[in-house]
């Protein structure tokens, strides 16, 4: 193998018939795919335990073990629970697919098998597995450039743990999808990432601010939307919004475009909510950490000024489980 280059996908088939294993040898090895073989299902198991598989290719109507249950025990181990299976059935068989799907199964190729289906079925599953493998990173650099933000800052990477995950439960409250919330979970680790743009003598300075170092303090709104300005996927568009919202008040004093009300996108109201939520609540080396109490008393006494009025009622009736998540996120140490 060629220094630099990524190893061929490697491809587990699973028949306990010598001729189908020979066949789907002579189809996939052509296209150059790595392959290792298994002639019943314990073997199949046996197998994904010492190596990395990236796709299955399995019989159902085998002896001793079912396709059907070597797949169930697959997707039951978090170890191998994401290793996409395609059953291969001869269409003599009484198979309920159904069946199939709903333990786990993306897809069927019937036998006798035809070589372009197989290797087409293959392409779009492994392509798939590629495309996760892209959003999974994507959302990796993300939060880690958003906690970039805050270690540069008097905050540590709990913060944007914590504060992304309120943002997550507050918007399901409010009437979110699960995905659309898990979205704004991801993006919201952004909000504060142009405070890379601030001199560390304002940004790390000990005492209060001047009128002039605070004006300059505030232009990280602006300066984190200069950073994920023209965005090219949904995920920096969402931070893009949170980055240049999330100061923003509902009454039209915040910052930067002095929005108010409605005007200000929902998702920079949920971020500026959870954001001060977890700030008061969090200690800090300039700071302690207000008492839950007084910090719910405190933003509700801001609804319809610096909140949304519909958010602060939300945040507390979801309490208890924005208090599981900052234990399950509790610092462990101030620096």
């Known amino acids: 193998m060629r220094i630099g280059s ?15 294993l020979r066949v789907l040898r002579q189809v996939l090895q052509a296209a150059r795919y790595r392959l290792s073989f298994a002639r019943s299902g314990q073997d199949a198991l046996n197998l994904v335990e010492k190596e990395q598989v990236d796709l299955i290719l399995l019989d159902i109507m085998m002896p001793e073990m079912t396709g059907l249950e070597v797949c169930e025990r697959l997707k039951h181990n978090p170890e191998t629970a994401h290793i996409p299976v395609i ?21 069927y190729i019937a036998k006798p098998i035809t070589p372009a289906i197989v290797l087409a079925r293959v392409k779009t599953h492994l ?9 999974n990173t994507h959302i990796d650099l993300i939060q880690r450039l958003g906690r970039a933000a805050e270690y540069k800052d008097n905050e540590t990477g709990m913060h944007v743990q914590r504060m992304s995950r309120y943002a997550k439960v507050i918007a399901l409250a ?5 995905e659309s919330a898990d979205d704004l979970m991801m993006a919201a680790p952004m909000h504060d990432i142009g405070k890379i743009g601030i001199a ?13 170092e605070y004006e300059i303090m505030k232009t990280h709104a602006q300066i984190g939307a200069e950073i994920l300005s023209n965005p090219s996927s949904h995920l920096i568009e969402l931070a893009h919004s949170v980055a240049i919202t999330h100061h923003e008040k509902w009454d039209g004093t915040g910052y930067p475009n002095s929005l108010s009300g409605e005007d200000i996108p929902i ?3 949920i971020v500026a909510l959870a954001d001060v ?15 839950t109490e007084e910090a719910i008393s405190y933003i509700m006494e801001q609804s319809g000024k610096h909140f949304d009025p519909a958010l602060p009622p939300l945040l507390k009736q979801e309490l208890d489980t ?14």
């Open 174 to 178: 409010y009437g979110f999808c699960e």
């Open 267 to 269: 998702e920079g109201r």
């Open 127 to 135: 392509s798939l597995i590629r495309a996760d493998e892209l959003l």
């Open 87 to 107: 059953f291969v059935t001869a269409l003599k068989d009484s198979v309920d697919e159904e069946k199939g799907f709903e333990i786990g199964a993306v897809d």
């Open 6 to 20: 990524k190893q061929a996908p490697r491809i587990l088939i699973v028949d306990d018939e010598p001729s189908n």
């Open 322 to 335: 924005i208090l599981a998540i900052k234990a399950q996120f509790a610092e462990t140490e101030i620096e």
């Open 200 to 212: 560390d003598k304002i940004l790390l300075k000990p005492g209060k601010l001047t009128d002039e």
């Open 277 to 291: 939520f977890d700030a008061l609540t969090s200690e800090r080396p300039y700071k302690k950490a207000w008492p």
